[in-house]
T-cell receptor
Framework: SQQGEEDPQALSIQEGENATMNCSYKTSINNLQWYRQNSGRGLVHLILIRSNEREKHSGRLRVTLDTSKKSSSLLITASRAADTASYFCATKSYGKLTFGQGTILTVHP | GAVVSQHPSRVICKSGTSVKIECRSLDFQATTMFWYRQFPKQSLMLMATSNEGSKATYEQGVEKDKFLINHASLTLSTLTVTSAHPEDSSFYIC??????????????FGPGTRLTVL
């Protein structure tokens, strides 16, 4: 069953702007991961944040995790047209990854 | 990261036929493999989990007799869609994890297989 709810479902921005996507989940987790998927393609792993971490950075990506609110956010700074894709959060619990519904991000040049 | 391949990348078949999709871990031993299904503009839904040499564990609502999973070696798992129907048309993605079963290793995803049933 799907655990993660993401918002917004779709996000349209101009190149150079920041994009923020949110993810909420229901059960306790070991870690939370973010993936990107270009249309019709496989998944690209972006970043993993463990349940005992609150914030993590990787290049233009910043992920936060609030286990008390069971939520996470992914911030992409200085977006580029190449960032256009679907972004999914996935929670790991009991050895399984469960994916959220995803956010479709469109970055206009 | 480790590489997972899938074959074929696309397959078109007639209704009523069976289709086999292969998932291989190319540079590591995958003790656990996962199969996901993704409908257009939707998220990935876990279908089943298989540990090498064991029967697959299917998620609720997934017909085990229709989606046959074989994980006979540490580098290969196959998903066979039996008697495929148009509603089985979807994007099937496998994922492989090394290390101890049920454990903490990272999952690596294959590029997916687009199945179209006419």
């Amino acid at each position: 069953s799907q655990q993660g709810e993401e918002d917004p479902q779709a996000l349209s921005i101009q190149e150079g702007e920041n994009a923020t996507m949110n993810c909420s989940y229901k059960t306790s987790i070991n870690n939370l991961q973010w993936y990107r998927q270009n249309s019709g393609r496989g998944l690209v792993h972006l970043i993993l944040i463990r349940s005992n971490e609150r914030e993590k950075h990787s290049g233009r990506l910043r992920v936060t995790l609030d286990t008390s609110k069971k939520s996470s956010s992914l911030l992409i700074t200085a977006s580029r047209a190449a960032d256009t894709a679907s972004y999914f959060c996935a929670t790991k619990s009991y050895g399984k990854l469960t994916f959220g519904q995803g956010t479709i991000l469109t970055v206009h040049p | 990261g480790a590489v997972v391949s899938q074959h074929p990348s696309r397959v078109i078949c007639k209704s009523g036929t069976s289709v086999k999709i292969e998932c291989r871990s190319l540079d590591f031993q995958a003790t656990t493999m996962f199969w996901y299904r993704q409908f257009p503009k939707q998220s990935l839904m876990l279908m089943a989990t298989s540990n090498e040499g064991s029967k697959a564990t299917y998620e609720q609502g997934v017909e085990k007799d229709k989606f046959l999973i074989n994980h006979a070696s540490l580098t290969l798992s196959t998903l066979t869609v039996t008697s495929a129907h148009p509603e089985d048309s979807s994007f099937y993605i496998c994922s492989a994890r090394g290390g101890l079963a049920g454990g903490w290793g990272e999952q690596f995803f294959g590029p997916g297989t687009r199945l179209t049933v006419l």
